[in-house]
């Protein structure tokens, strides 16, 4: 039989698989001789046994916990039924990893009826004990048995306001008499049981609340979330309960070894005098900065920076703290990395590196790659912002970023609104882990209460979300959907504009610019270019795009798409005349325009990425994409051409696909119009000789798309290098283009290696190589795509992250074919993939030489490149 | 070197490779001691090197073939130059496979106007030896020179038809001598040379002709017909001359050893008197039946039919027979397998088998496979034939079968019209095989001269196309494109029916009907089933199919498609009523009153079937294929369900796909709307527990379409099994009914191992998977494919054989993912590659448990099948 209790000093860091990350911690802690509670961990195993068993103990463990007890009982010297030295426990969940919120805790176990005055003689504090026993029965009733919290807080809320009290500490010993007898009859009628007295029977139902609160649904969805498996389990963490409500020299805290928002370095976090336990996440009251500890209780902040500091070093990353003070002497209760702002993780991580406590990379490990484009959030553009209104600025600024939506005061309607497509923004007094689902869906999240260790202020940085909580100039009405500040009132749906940063919130909509990051963000960036193996290249085509991209240093374009650039109206006007020709000279005449317009696009963009390689798709989409839509456009164009409207419809319905995506588009065009990638060649090379002879070195790549059969590449490759090497004798010049083919029909990839003789680069179009590897058209799916998720069919959204069996075994595929063929070919990504980085991680495995992908992704791409680099080297 | 000339006491039957089939036959046949005029055989790869070497002879080459021209002289004691034995020689080609009419031959070969007299001292004979002259001079100035034979024959005719002559036989010296100086003229006309006089010259000249020969287009479009690879070359035969022209003791011939349209055994041909090599095949004189042989020359009938006996039991096979008679001699120029009808094919093999000649295998073998469906060509209905008009019944049956279709009168038109979709039929003089691109195309070719050794006949036959030849009552206008037969007058255009297997045709369109083959047949078939591993189902619903089928003996029904049961219009209705309804009860009222359909229709199919097996796909089609077509269906809809035009419209949009092929279908249908699978099931077990109760073992197949995710299987599946299950208890009985998966989608073949878990059989779905895998609509690939195989780019319709780089690969990766999961897993295929022999082998290699296929092309399936077992066991 395995062992499947830890006393804290059996363990270490390193045992977060079996002690999960609290228990481990607490382990180190105790063996670094931190003031620790003691107590003992319950294994992550010991838990999924009992969930596999049909929730039931296996005797074994019954007898494990009860001998730890044992143990704990001789260590502290106190007893569960001792009259004079009470144990009292807390019971957490901690999972291997940090979940925060999803998991319950309860506190004062052990506490009943008959040992409330042992506990009161001990402390000579009735008040306290009596509202450590309501605590117990309230954590208990509601995570145990499932009692809503509302039914306690209710209650309580009744007494405060026929009393008149403001704060829980006005509460006197009969106040909470009648409250605990309350409690218990709330208790009772849910359960149709009285509120159990025996401590170890207490014990245990804790444990089982724990071990099951793995599967409650929040902690599905966290996980799901975060692509955390579902067969890890929690562990339970039994520990001596000290106390932050004992009095005024005792109190609960959170710090943070550094600013979570910032990165700045210094101890930061919030607390409370005189409470306990979840009071300071839950937002329930609005806590103090840390800093004041230091005039409150001077030696222990004296205590807490110094064990900060220690805590830090050994882990080698910024610690999120949760302490407590019990008359005056600090016990620490939890360290684990702090989670933080994607800012604050780049700021960090150079730090850390910059202070030799962790290697480039560390540091390049330590940021989630698809945190990088938080730091990116784009902002309220300055002219804009000039012209909008203010509503408050009395926020705390918990997560930073900019957006836009619309107000919903629940989250149930924000999940529905945001799956119709709209932006919203979460308006809450304070959030709850029952409030997840709406959360993840919004834009940015407002609280009226809480701290910058708030639920919604955690969860809100943990998903990089915009956040601005303990607003509290804001007077929410849940219930009658409104809010009001500053004489202004909300509406569900109406519009607002989060400033995250700076804790604003203005009327309407703001519009937004891109931001190119901070020097950190730079830092970084230049590491990850140093340690990655995958190049990142941008798709662009547009001024703009590439200039934007430029500012992250891609390797290049990795892909043009020349269709882009025949939309303008008098180069629309050119290829309908081409669509429409009679005959090959009006044809030829159509295309000899285009060509002009093509050359200057070409110039363009050669100019702008100077000695950078680009590669340049032929055309790719059917020709009934470039068709009038309406009946003014026909008539229009009719007169134009010199043609009849029925004329003009005829050649439309010639054109018209039943499965446009299965259709006549990409080098299919080139078979039957061999002259329009002709027409392209020639404007690559021209435009190309033209910069040489400005003194540019311009190598084009000129991709041909759409590739299933190996005479298609052969044909039209011999086509345009004919032409081209024509061109190049009558100018008597040289440019260095190569030929290759874009891979996107599954059958190209199992014919890569015949392909490779025909081509000197491939470049895998993982949009279109999904949708026919799935069988999924991305314009239809989209309406059914939702049940396939709410049902669980689909995990992940395949045209977001590689799906590795299907897609990706056909990349893989062709990846070995192409390098048998030709072990030196370039080999890249190009569709909307090349931005994800557990594609990339992937796309590096299977030895791929570059990703390309959206201007604005490259450096999450840099950086997942990089990681992907350390991680399978 | 290796040597590429040999004599033929060198060769034997095997070496097609290197001799060719002429060549190899005429050594086997020298070996055998038959009556072969003596000769050498220049190799295929001499071909091939020539053709390699920019048409060019090696020194190697041209001594070799000098050399073996001395050994010939030697041998017939004759020489080129001698003034008393003259040789004389016929170049002819000879490939591998048999090309009739595509390759061509030169006679009398070494004549000149020096050793004219040599030849006509030796015969006695000038006008023979004038004729023999212009002959030579008329083959080497077309075939050699390339001149149109025209020129030529417009100059004999002229001469005749001044003189007044109706025969060549009636010409004098005088007139020949006119014409060969007229034909030298024509020569030198073209060529601006002489005709050459050197015998060598003659010689190299018809070699090369030969060997080029092999790349003309006519060759070409043959290959290409019957896959026949480019690269084997022609041998070439150079035989010396025995002549069939010296008067009435002389005749030349062709023989089957059976009868080529029927299989009746006996010897079947025709001859000429006093004529030579291709007058009989070029169908220019009418020939006389080689009955007549035995009272012309009785000796040489006698030793025909023996020798002819020898042969066929030697080759164990029908044999096609050349011979020339020379004063009484009979000499055999070749021998082959016989084209035969495909009726024939049937008769003569089961023949073989009964006179021991061949074992069954061999027998299944001798059948193409794909000449099955031509014995099972439709012919004219009863009925319909009674009311036709018939045109003429004077021609030959040259090979059988019936067809309506338009007559036109030249081969470009025919094929021009073909491609555009007519059903046409080709009215010539006679056929050459210029016209091969307009015969391919023609559903009858039908001809008012020639015999049934004819070219069009033997080209006919070959193809299984109906054909009706020497219809000498037919006037027939090439020019003014018309044709007049017994007083009718037939324009381009005009509607004909012929009937080939009775040589009659008719006037306009006749109703066909299916035909289910004679006994020969069934015995083919009954073997094909025993020796076949691969067991063949059809694709069928209703109830006249499925009879059909049945005839056929499948081994069940691979293929119930269930949407082909909902377009009648009350059905149509309620699956309407389904889609738009606006509640749950709607539309469980809608799906119960299917469900009462559907129970019919499974009842009908398992009463036809017996205990076959079934394989009953669940619903695929997108729901937008049942919706209303025009205003006014919309109009009256709206009516029925009480529902306005726009909220009709409504739904509509929301249904509307942009690729519906890839859109929201098959299974994913059950994913949004659970209950019509249910409902479905229903109908399926239902029907069965019915005719369980009737006493029948039925044994539903239940196949999900178009999976590709794990996820989709495993609910559905169970959804359908829980509803099945709750079924059979309700009833107190058991079904053994099977769940099992269509795979068609791409990515399902890489999860097979997964999806295997969950299903209890495969069935491939081939269009959906070719599709998808070559990314191609084959609703749009129409439009384009046309280039495709223009331009070479397609060599093979992926549709109609098996792509196996691409498609196959898929196939066979899922059939090792699904063995290994579960060994015994029943696989089987049910697109319309099911049909096609080639596909079938590859389905046979890789191990599937079924083909099913159309109704009409399970015994070609069952043959195919057959034939792959004997072939790779």
Known sequence: MNKQVYDFNEGNAKMKDILGGKGANLAEMTKLGLPIPKGFTISTQACMSYLNQKEDFSEDLIQEIKSHVKSLQLATGKSFNDSTQLLLVSVRSGAKQSMPGMMDTILNLGLNDGNLSVLAEETGNWVFTLDCYRRLIQMYGNVVAGIPSHYFERCLDKV??????????????????????????????????????????????????????????????????????????????????????????????????????????????????????????????????????????????EDLVRLSDLLEKHYCDMQDIEFTIENGKLFILQTRNGKRTAKAAFNIAVSLVNEGLISKEQALMQIEAKSVDQVLHPTFSAEALGAAKLLTDEGLPASPGAASGRVYFDAATAQEKAQAGEKVILLRQETSPEDINGMVVSQAIVTSRGGMTSHAAVVARGMGCCCVVGCSDLEIDEVAELARMNSQTLHAGDYI????????????????????????????????????????????????????????????????????????????????????????????????????????????????????????????????EFLPHNNQEISQLAKQLHLTISQLENRMDELAEVNPMLGHRGCRLAISYPNLYKMQAEAIIKSAIIMKEKGLRVKPEIMIPLVGIKEELTSIRAEIVAHIEALLIENKTYIDYSVGAMLEIPRACFIADDLAESADFFSFGTNDLTQLTYGFSRDDAGKFINEYVNRKVLKLDPFQTLDEVGVGKLIEIAVNKARQAKPEMKLGVCGELGGDPRSIAFFHKIGLDYVSCSPFRVPIAQLAAAQAAIQFK
């Open 160 to 301: 405060k306001t026929a009393k008149g009290y403001k704060n829980d500490t006005d509460l006197n010993c009969e106040d909470w008499q009648g409250i605990i007898t309350d409690f218990k009859a709330i208790y009772y009628k849910h359960c149709q049981a009285s509120f159990p007295q025996e401590p170890m029977q207490q014990l245990f139902g804790a444990i089982a609340a724990v071990f099951s609160s793995w599967n409650n649904e929040r902690a599905q969805v966290y996980r799901e979330l975060n692509d955390i498996p579902d067969n890890l389990g929690t562990a339970v963490n039994i520990q001596e309960m000290v106390y932050g409500n004992t009095g005024n020299q005792s109190g609960t805290g959170v710090a943070f070894t550094r600013n979570p928002s910032t990165g700045e370095n210094g101890l930061f976090g919030e607390y409370l005098i005189n409470a306990q336990g979840e009071d300071v996440v839950a937002g329930v009251r609005t806590p103090a900065s840390i800093d004041k500890l230091a005039t409150d209780l001077p030696q222990c902040y």
């Open 497 to 624: 504009s989060v400033d995250g940063t700076e804790a604003k919130i203005y009327a309407g909509q703001i519009a937004m610019v891109p931001s190119t990051g901070q020097e950190a963000f730079h830092t970084i960036m230049d590491w990850a270019r140093e340690k990655a193996k995958l190049d990142v290249r941008m798709n662009a085509e547009s001024k703009s795009d590439i200039r934007m991209g430029l500012s992250f240093n891609p390797a290049g374009i990795g892909l043009v798409r020349t269709e882009h650039m025949f939309f303008a109206p008098e180069r629309l006007r050119e290829m309908r005349r081409f669509i429409f020709s009679k005959n090959a000279y009006d044809q030829d005449a159509a295309l000899k325009r285009i060509l002009n317009y093509q050359l200057e696009d070409f110039k363009t963009i050669y100019e702008e990425m100077q000695d950078r390689p680009v590669v340049i798709r032929l055309l790719d989409p059917p020709l009934h």
